[in-house]
Every structure is written in C-alpha cells, then in structure tokens.
C-alpha cells in the first residue's frame, strides 16, 4: 500500500484520468472529491462489498438449478 500525506487543497493523480483531492479534515473525518471518467466506477468500500455479496446471493440459486437439472438430466438418460 502506498501512504501519502496530503493537506486540504492537494491532489493525488492516478494514471493521468483520476485526480483525488482532499476537500477538508475535520477531526477523524477526511472529505475527498474524485474526478474520474464516467466510465470507472467508484463506490465507497462497505458500498461495493454489499454489491459483491449481492452479486453471489444472486448467483447462487442459479448454480443451485443448475446442479438439480443437470442431476435429472443423468438420471434420464441412465434409465
């Protein structure tokens, strides 16, 4: 992990298209404005791991079908 220290007003670019600058401290709180593509998402941490979760709960019950259907179809074609 790389760690910069940064003041209020100072920038941080990423790869020529991403620019993260600290907008105000205030105690333990750190505000951060992003410029960035519209083509690259950004979410806070707690945010995506919720949308991956999802993700998985959503994809889950596909595999489940998948698995029972293959499981009728070997049992056709034995009989």
Do not use: C, W
């Not at 404005?33 to 998985?56: C, M, T, W």
Request: no cysteine; charged share 30%.
């Amino acid at each position: 992990m790389l760690v910069l220290s940064r003041k209020k007003g100072e920038s941080i670019i990423i790869q020529d298209q991403i620019e993260l600058t600290i907008l105000s401290v205030e105690g333990d709180t750190v505000r951060v404005g992003i410029s960035a593509p519209k083509h690259v998402d950004i979410f806070r941490k707690e945010i995506y791991l919720s949308i991956q979760e999802a993700n998985r709960e959503s994809a889950a019950p596909v595999q489940s079908d998948l698995n029972a259907l293959m499981d009728r179809l070997r049992k056709a074609n034995s009989h």
